[in-house]
Each structure stands twice: as structure tokens, then as C-alpha cells.
């Protein structure tokens, strides 16, 4: 058990819905990062807050948004979901964006639009 | 941009024998780190073994092994005594001191044979 918690673990929408997935980081850490999994993209990074502000984005697609919360929770909104979508949502958090430290992974959400 | 290149898509080894999965990446910069995240059929992501760039030392944790070669961008992950738990997908990846974001590469699937 990595110490970081996503919910819900499945969710299974219609296209054109909107859903919100949920991240607890790590006990101290104040750093958040979004990934995607899925089978033509591999894993790809979508983006990292850093202690409330937004640090860095990736491959995230405009229908997307995130933020993070005072109590330094996570949540990664998408909406007018497309087949494509369907994938794992990974939420991993650090001590800090600082280079030496490890990012440790939540369980992820499996998301399958249908 | 950097990249990360996993030419291996599958490997296979027998228990208790010794396997070797390869890993090349691209990058101009000289500071960084580098990772092997393993993925088993639950889909959670584990730290398995990091390498920081500027330490000639190869890193190892029990079993686990690298074989880190800067000038070649080459960050090879040898298993040693490979037990059924070890059955997995191994994700090679690297992290910029900018940003923090995580780049992978796209898998090798390990089988371990009884």
C-alpha cells in the first residue's frame, strides 16, 4: 500500500457525461501528479500541482481539468466523454516536485466510456 | 524532448534463473533519475529500483539490479533468482529536474515459467 488513495476504483459512464475522480496524497506530501493509461497512448503524463497551484501540464485535453485542495486532495474532472477516454487514471504524489523524490502511485480509477 | 525506449515488448524466464530487461532513453540534460516501476496484474504501479544520474555507482535493491551506462542512455534492469511473483508488466522511466513529470517507456511484459 503506497499511503495514496483514488476513488472510486471503477466507473463506467456514458459518452458526452462529465466525471470527477478523487486523490488523497501521501501523509506529507504536497505534490500531485495525473497520469493516463491507456492501450494506444501507453502512460502519459497530464498534470502536477504543487501544494494548491498548478506546476506543470502534459497531454491533458482541454475537455480536462484538475485542481488541487486546501486539505492537498486532488481531482481530476472530464467531461464530454469520449470512447477514447476509457482508460486507468493514476494519481501519484511526492514530498515535493524536487528531482530526488520518489512519486508513489495510487491504485488508479479503470474509467470506461460506453 | 526526452524519450524513453523499452525493445522488448515481452520477455520470459524461467524460475530461479536470471533475466535482463533493457531500457534506452534521450535526453541533452545531465542531471536526472531514472526508474523501473513494475505494474502486476492488479495495475498498481511499484517502485521496484532508481538510479540518480550523476552516481557512477549502479544502484540495487535485494534481487534487482541495474546496469547503468550514461554515455550509452542505456538503464538495463537485471533480476536475479526470478520468483512467479516477479510476473509482471516493467515500465522504465524517466524524470527531469524541470517539472517533475514522469516519461515512460512503453512496457515489457515479463512471464516467469514454474
Known amino acids: 500500500d503506497s499511503g495514496v488513495t483514488q476513488t472510486p476504483k471503477h466507473l463506467i459512464t456514458a459518452t458526452g457525461q462529465r466525471v470527477t475522480l478523487r486523490c488523497s496524497p501521501r501523509?506529507?506530501?504536497?505534490?500531485v501528479y495525473w497520469y493516463q493509461q491507456s492501450l494506444d497512448q501507453g502512460l502519459q503524463f497530464l498534470i502536477q500541482y504543487y501544494n494548491g497551484e498548478e506546476r506543470a501540464k502534459g497531454n491533458i485535453l482541454e475537455r480536462f481539468s484538475a485542481q488541487q485542495f486546501p486539505d492537498l486532495h486532488s481531482e481530476l474532472n472530464l467531461s464530454s466523454l469520449e470512447l477514447g477516454d476509457s482508460a486507468l487514471y493514476f494519481c501519484?504524489?511526492?514530498?515535493?516536485?524536487?528531482?530526488?523524490?520518489?512519486?508513489?502511485f495510487g491504485p488508479g480509477t479503470r474509467l470506461t466510456v460506453l | 524532448a526526452q524519450t524513453v525506449t523499452q525493445s522488448q515488448p515481452e520477455m520470459s524466464v524461467q524460475e530461479a534463473e536470471t533475466v535482463t530487461l533493457s531500457c534506452t532513453y534521450d535526453t541533452s540534460e545531465s542531471d536526472y533519475y531514472l526508474f523501473w516501476y513494475k505494474q502486476p496484474p492488479s495495475r498498481q504501479m511499484i517502485l521496484v529500483i532508481r538510479q540518480e544520474a550523476y552516481k557512477q555507482q549502479n544502484a540495487t535493491e535485494n534481487r534487482f539490479s541495474v546496469n547503468f551506462q550514461k554515455a550509452a542512455k542505456s538503464f538495463s534492469l537485471k533480476i536475479s533468482d526470478s520468483q512467479l511473483g516477479d510476473a509482471a508488466m516493467y515500465f522504465c522511466?524517466?524524470?527531469?529536474?524541470?517539472?517533475?513529470?514522469?516519461?515512460f517507456g512503453q512496457g515489457t511484459e515479463l512471464s516467469v515459467k514454474p
Open positions: 501523509s506529507g506530501d504536497l505534490s
Open positions: 522511466a524517466y524524470r527531469s529536474p524541470e517539472g517533475g513529470k514522469l516519461i
Open positions: 501519484a504524489s511526492s514530498v515535493s516536485p524536487g528531482l530526488a523524490h520518489t512519486q508513489y
